[in-house]
Structures are given as structure tokens and as C-alpha cells.
């Protein structure tokens, strides 16, 4: 082989493999981004609550918002709000305001709220609780 062949031949691969790896990157860029559909919410805030707190004189000002995936969820959910408030009012009468002080506390709260609207409406479309008013006063 001539040396100008060699030079093709060199030429031709490198040409060849770029085209490789840019394909590649190209076909792998577009599988490895898990294009995840967007889950539609649906938030229901109630009122603000005022509970007593266990073992206390003092009293929790509240106020809830759960969210949920489902529309079916949340309009059972809206159509049965006393429910809800009568089971974060019972969450919050027996809790005491040792457990209920700091963020640790707050986020306990917001899990067992959540845990109990799960198993209340055997739902497992509620997602989140969150709280736009909490204080002790």
C-alpha cells in the first residue's frame, strides 16, 4: 500500500468513528432522559382550625392544605371536609406540645395527618399535607 492510501484509509476510520460517537451520544442522550409525565395535583385547603393541645393550656392554630392526584380523591375529599377537620383535630388533641414543637415536630405531625387520610378515605392518592397557618399559642 502506498503511504497516501494509509493516510486514506486513517482518514476514513476517524471520520467514521466521530460520526460513531456522536451518533451514540446523540441515541443515548435521548433514552437516558426519563421524560417524566407531569402529575396534575389537586390541593384542598381548609379552614383555619384552633385545637387544644394534650396535657395543655395552650391551643394550635392550623391550617391545612392536603394534596392529591386524583380529581375523584379530592372531590370526595371536598365533599367530606368536616372529616378531615375532625381527624386533625383529634391528631392534635392527643399529641403533646413536646411532640408537637420544632420542624421534627411539624413534620410528624403533617405524616400522620397524611398516614390517617390514607387509611380514612383507602386512598393512596393523597400525597402531601402541608400547612399554611401552624401555631402555638
Known sequence: MTRNTIL????VLLFALTL???????IFSNNSEVREKEV??????????Y??????????????T??????KTFEEMNEKQFLIRD??????????????????????????????LIELFSDQNITNVYFDDFIIQ
Do not use: H, W
Not at 40 to 49: G, Q, S
Not at 53 to 60: A, G, N, T
Open 8 to 11: 486514506l484509509v486513517i482518514i
Open 20 to 26: 460513531g460517537i456522536l451518533a451514540g451520544i446523540f
Open 40 to 49: 396534575k395535583t389537586y390541593p384542598l385547603t381548609l379552614e383555619e382550625m
Open 51 to 64: 385545637c387544644n393541645i394534650k396535657d395543655s393550656r395552650r391551643i394550635m392554630k392550623i391550617k391545612v
Open 66 to 71: 392536603v394534596e392529591t392526584t386524583s380529581k
Open 87 to 116: 381527624e386533625v383535630n383529634k391528631i392534635v388533641r392527643n399529641s403533646t406540645e413536646e411532640e408537637l414543637e420544632g420542624k421534627e415536630g411539624q413534620i410528624n405531625l403533617q405524616n400522620k395527618i397524611k398516614e390517617n
